[in-house]
């Protein structure tokens, strides 16, 4: 260290902060050519296409839930570049800790529409079996750790597993999302220590999308957002432009090459905007006006800056644009249907999968349930459950 005679604070208001990496504009056009992935034209095609089906599939059922027929939905609006990019940019054995709102990631990897409404549903197809509430997926073959609700869990887990791979020196890494709200959690300072004095494969994801919940990021923390966290705990970080799928593209990738080649853990930053509402349980409108809203939809939102692009390099059209909006609500909607249709796991699934051999008073539990609906029969709907 240095040492000085001058008696002199760092202050934060004198920092000009860490600026954020873009590689497009709004309009789609790319700014520095040399910082250009040049991506095929089959694999844009497949992330816009995959980015409009998202949103489709979260309308559908961000209504569906409006309508009574599932308990709950998050929607992941104007988020869905984090997705995409992150997940284009890794390889498929590469394990994935989400927070709530990364179904897009899921699906890059191969998680079907009809996996996506049996996990909403709980129906006997769910790889849940229901015990979840809807949005917790989860799947052992696709190296996605199931969600669970409370803010940064998630977090040291995976400070943890990334140390696992460490050891095991296999090549894996972990990609770990969390929200600038998550950040404000004692999980999230363990985990960073943890990973950074271990020195693990992992990426930290950040999707700073303005609120947490209905506290905007002004009430969350005084500093340079969570970027500026990392060197102070020894991770090379940086902050992105979270709309701009190239951009999330290559930050993710140069991340992982860190993660590999330098055995260091790294954060990303990515500033993006939550359009739709917290969950079906929040009215954003309470905290937020409607002309805000409406310029991250429509002026800057992910989904049109990637079809500006296409369209500027002559892959897709307005007519082709048109026919896949109408064909992904149609693949949608089969799939709500046949989720909807299927009956519940069978009701003895509540006492399994917590013990690899049951202790006596599971089993008698299990008995008194079973024999309570014996006993009152009118009372339980067991024609919707699989016997």
Known sequence: MKFTSNLDFVDPQRYDGIPVYRVSSPDGKIINPDEDPKLSKELLLKVYRKMVLLKTMDKILYESQRQGRISFYMTCYGEEATHFGSASALQDDDLIYGQYREQGVLLWRGFTLDDFMNQCYGNELDMGLGRQMPVHYGSKKLHFVTISSPLATQMPQASGAAYAFKRAKNN????????????????????????????????????NNGYAISTPVMDQYRGDGVACRGPSYGMPSVRIDGNDFFAVYNATKKARDIVVNENRPVIIEAMT??????????????????????????????????????????FWSDAEDQKWKKNARFQVLEAFKRAEKLKKPPIVEMFNDVYKNMPERIKQQQEECFEHIKKYPSDYPTGRFVE
């Open 172 to 207: 894996r890494i972990v990609l770990c999302y969390f929200g600038e709200g998550a950040a404000s959690e004692g999980d999230a300072h363990a985990a960073f220590n943890f990973a950074a004095t271990l020195a693990c494969p992992v990426i930290f994801f950040c999707r």
């Open 273 to 314: 905007y939550r359009v739709g509402h917290h969950s079906t349980s929040d009215d954003s409108s309470a905290y937020r006006s409607n002309t805000e809203v409406d310029y991250w939809k429509n002026v800057d939102s992910p989904i049109s800056r990637m079809r500006n692009h296409l369209q500027e390099q002559g």
